[in-house]
Every structure is written in C-alpha cells, then in structure tokens.
C-alpha cells in the first residue's frame, strides 16, 4: 500500500464518528413559546424564528402573539442572544436571552423579557418578566420554548 493510500485510510477513519458544526443543531427555527404565571396558569403564547448570528447575537422574525396582547403591535423590536456552552447529544446547549419591546404612547416602552437556557432535550426554558406601562407591567412567571419536531409547549 502506498504512503499516500495509508494516509488517506487513516483520514477516513479518524473521522469516522466524529462531530462537526453541521452535525450538531443549533438555535435556528420556528419556536413555539408558552409563557406561564408564577402559580403555573398560562399567561399567553407567541411564536418566533430564531436564526443564529454573528457571535452569540439571534435575530429574531416572524414574531406572533396567539392572543392580542394590548402591551405589544406590530411596532415590536426584539433582541436575542445564545451564548453556545457545549453539546449534549448533538444539540448545543447555553444561555438565551430575548427581549420584546414595544413603544407605547406614555412615559415608558413596554417590555417582555426572558432568560433561560436551552438543555439537552431541545428545549429553551427560564424566566419572563414583563415591565412598562400600567396593566403591561408587573407580571412574571416561567416559559419554555420548544421547535416544532417537538410537542408544542
């Protein structure tokens, strides 16, 4: 056997098994998301996809309420981020943030926003806040956002 043919048989079969970026899935996605109050009702759903950017910015698109939410229209402005802290079988794992902002006609923006993580099942879940204005402010609970190959949340 040829050096060349040794070296080619020992690259074929080092990478037998291995992981690489496109092996492993990441954020992008339509995700579903039910956000819960702090005794465990439901509080309302929205629906967003998620594409990962540079570093660990996420743009976010497509966003819908299920419900109407007077707090949040069509003028919303969303910032995500997913900071990647490993793999658990093939899906990378680490930290979210997304934050929903609405211009709202008095003194202060009405704001939802959500930190969590996403684990080795697939799942993002953590903690929401709401702030701003009266009757759009004050209310928190836990949400957890799933892609649809999975159960919708």
Known sequence: MSRASVLL???????CGTSTPNDIQGIDGPWFAQLNNGD??????????????NGSAVNVSNLQFA??????????HQVGTFSVTGTTNGIAVGTFTLTITAPSSGAMNNQLSLEG???????ISGTWSLTGEPGCAG???TF??????????
């Open 67 to 76: 419900s109407v939410l007077t707090c949040f229209n069509s003028s919303t």
């Open 144 to 153: 957890t956002m799933r892609l649809p190959h999975s159960d919708p949340p």
């Open 9 to 15: 048989l020992a690259v074929i079969l080092c990478s």
């Open 40 to 53: 465990g009702t439901s509080a309302f759903a929205f629906s967003a996809t998620l594409t990962q950017a």
């Open 117 to 123: 993580a996403r684990t080795s099942d697939g799942s």
């Open 139 to 141: 209310a928190s609970g």
